[in-house]
């Protein structure tokens, strides 16, 4: 269900942070320097490593066009770079001097935080680059920060172990001891979490810690309700320290990386244990889901940030799929035939379809004769019933095909894709179609006939998700 694809080996220190935008990988390092790798084959930018930092860089985070990128560091500043040239934008400065250990932009990015080791938390406009508030926490230095879904309020860690939640105009609505030796990270699940009261939205939060344990709180804000922060659960699994965790883009699962050296990924719906993950040779102290495709980015003492890709696109996703019936007439089971049959008032037929192994595709090849010499029909009304259903389903296919749009189509197979995949070359396949073009052409590109720079083929999950709903419309 996942695998390792990729290993960047290009920091000479300890890799500290790693973060996706939709296009790229940033990860910053202990020995000064951000790099840019593009997702299409890891392959570094051609204007990184960006430079400007003097001492340690801790964190780096995109902005939600992923056309900015912050990375803040020990020497005081919180620098703003345009990831398409690599040029400076803005070098935002702690008023206080102090090393900046974290720095997240809001989801809208109008706004960006960053907290330094004096435990002072500055709020910058990202658009004029101006300090807008600056507040701090009464002891130890701030490591960890995210905002809220809908930005309406975010949350800072500290080495004392202190969660301080903040509004948007930088007023303190409340702060609780959750890690007894401190904080090291947190993360917001962009699902809300549901059941709450009408125009009451709530929101998981993970918090990790020098305490080895992860916690997982329910949190609910409005100007008019007030404040809740509410402790649900601890997810074990680690035997040291947890030094980072983040959720994947859907909320579905969890990643957090130790000191202990293995990752371990969760189902945030049972807070079972999906996956540990043990190639890191030091302590993990940074993760990343991609916000687009099922990849995930785990960083690491040993200098190296690994690449995962899941061959799912979630438990949760793989649970549905594994309940619902396919799409497509001729992709049906016997078990679907046979549903088919109950939903069309035709049950009696059942037994003799199941007999005779008729599934999707032997369906719709069913004729008048077959349906009174093999499957033994004698009622005529019967067989002109079941000929009348089954012309229903071949006009419904074709109607389907005449009407899907070109970016839903495979260009070898020229059919709707079912798993599209991103090779390379930037364009969407068929996942088996391509893999067979890989296995039996020259490293190739179906489209430009160059050669491919790489062979990892990505889950495209947004081309899927828009096929999905492309056919829930036009099913209906």
């Not at 996942?2 to 973060?19: E, P, Q, R």
């Not at 995210?146 to 309406?152: E, I, K, R, T, V």
Request: proline content about 4%; glycine content about 6%; hydrophobic content about 35%.
């Amino acid at each position: 269900m996942v695998k390792l694809i990729h290993t960047l080996a290009d920091h000479d220190d300890d890799v500290n942070c790693c973060a996706f935008s939709s296009s790229l990988l940033a990860t910053c390092s202990l020995d000064k320097t951000v790099r840019l790798y593009s997702l299409s084959d890891f392959s570094e930018l051609p204007h990184s490593p960006l430079t400007f930092h003097t001492y340690t860089v801790h964190c780096c985070c995109f902005s939600a066009s992923g056309h900015i990128l912050a990375s803040c560091s020990t020497d005081g500043t919180t620098v703003l770079w345009d990831t398409q040239n690599g040029q400076t934008l803005a070098v935002l400065e702690q008023p206080s001097g102090s090393p900046v250990r974290v720095c997240r932009f809001s989801p809208d990015s109008t706004c960006l935080v960053s907290g330094a080791a004096d435990g002072t938390v500055v709020l910058w406009n990202a658009q004029s680059y101006k300090l807008y508030r600056c507040a701090s926490v009464k002891d130890g230095s701030l490591v960890a920060c995210a905002f809220s879904p809908n930005g309406n309020f975010f949350v800072t860690g500290s080495s004392c172990g202190d969660l301080t939640v903040w509004d948007d105009k930088m007023r303190c609505l409340h702060s609780e001891k959750a890690h007894d030796l401190g904080i090291t990270c947190c993360d917001f699940s962009s699902q809300p979490v549901s059941g709450g009261e009408q125009g009451l939205q709530f929101f998981r939060l993970a918090s990790c810690g020098q305490d080895c344990q992860i916690k997982i709180w329910v949190i609910s804000f409005t100007h008019t309700l007030g404040f809740e922060l509410k402790y649900k659960s601890i997810l074990s699994g680690h035997c040291a320290p947890v030094l980072t965790c983040a959720f994947s883009h859907d909320g579905q699962m969890l990643v957090s990386g130790s000191v202990d050296k293995s990752v371990i990924v969760y189902d945030t719906n049972t807070e079972d244990i999906l996956h540990t993950l043990t190639q890191h040779t030091r302590y993990v102290t940074t993760c990343a889901f991609a916000p687009n495709i099922l990849l995930l980015a785990t960083g690491s003492m040993d200098k190296t940030v690994n690449i995962w890709q899941f061959d799912l696109e979630t438990p949760c996703q793989a649970r549905i799929a594994e309940d619902q019936p396919k799409q497509f007439t001729e992709d049906w089971s016997e078990d679907d035939v046979s549903n088919w049959l109950c939903a069309q008032g035709l049950k009696d037929l059942v037994g003799i379809f199941k007999m005779n192994n008729i599934d999707g595709r032997e369906l719709l090849n069913l004729t008048k004769e077959s349906l009174a010499d093999d499957l033994k029909i004698e009622s005529l009304g019967l067989r002109s019933k079941v000929l009348r259903k089954i012309e229903e389903l071949r006009t419904k296919m074709k109607t389907l095909s005449s009407e899907i749009p070109d970016e839903f189509i495979c260009p070898i197979t020229r059919e709707l894709m079912k798993d599209p995949v991103i090779a390379s070359d930037g364009y969407s396949y068929e996942k088996e179609a391509m893999e067979n073009w890989i296995s039996k052409k020259k490293r190739t590109s179906p489209m430009t006939n160059l050669v491919l720079p790489s062979v990892v083929l990505i889950p495209n999950r947004t081309l899927k998700m828009a096929i999905d709903r492309w056919l829930e419309t036009h099913q209906k």
